[in-house]
């Protein structure tokens, strides 16, 4: 069964950056896309970006020009680079993977960001 594990979270200031990395494992074949979603306190999860193994990316309007992700298909690594964060970007970040046989999540990161 595909695992999924995230790190690179932490605390940043308003201005700064921080990069997130996820690493799947297990039985992924075919099309796919990876991606990271985010949850607010008080608020429904919400996909961030989103990446095909064809590298066709989909980017949440409210990170556009912010955020950049990447994979690294040979090793089925994702990344999220984020810049100029600010403190509505506060939340748990999740990385996703769905092929055409389901969907994966891992246990989700915390990203805090101070004024």
């Not at 099309?31 to 996909?47: D, E, F, H, S, T």
Request: glycine residues 14%; hydrophobic residues 35%.
């Amino acid at each position: 069964q595909v695992q999924l594990v995230e790190s690179g979270g932490g605390l940043a200031q308003a201005g700064g950056s921080l990069k997130l990395s996820c690493v799947a494992s297990g039985n992924i074949f075919g099309i796919n896309v990876m991606g990271w979603y985010r949850q607010a306190p008080g608020k429904q999860r919400q996909l961030v970006a989103s990446i095909s193994n064809g590298g066709t990316a989909n980017y949440a309007d409210s990170v556009k020009g912010r955020f950049t992700i990447s994979r690294d298909n040979a090793k089925n690594l994702v990344y999220l680079q984020m810049n100029s964060l600010q403190p509505e970007d506060t939340a748990v970040y999740y990385c996703a993977l769905t092929t055409r046989g389901g969907s994966s999540w891992g246990q989700g990161t915390q990203v805090t960001v101070s004024s």
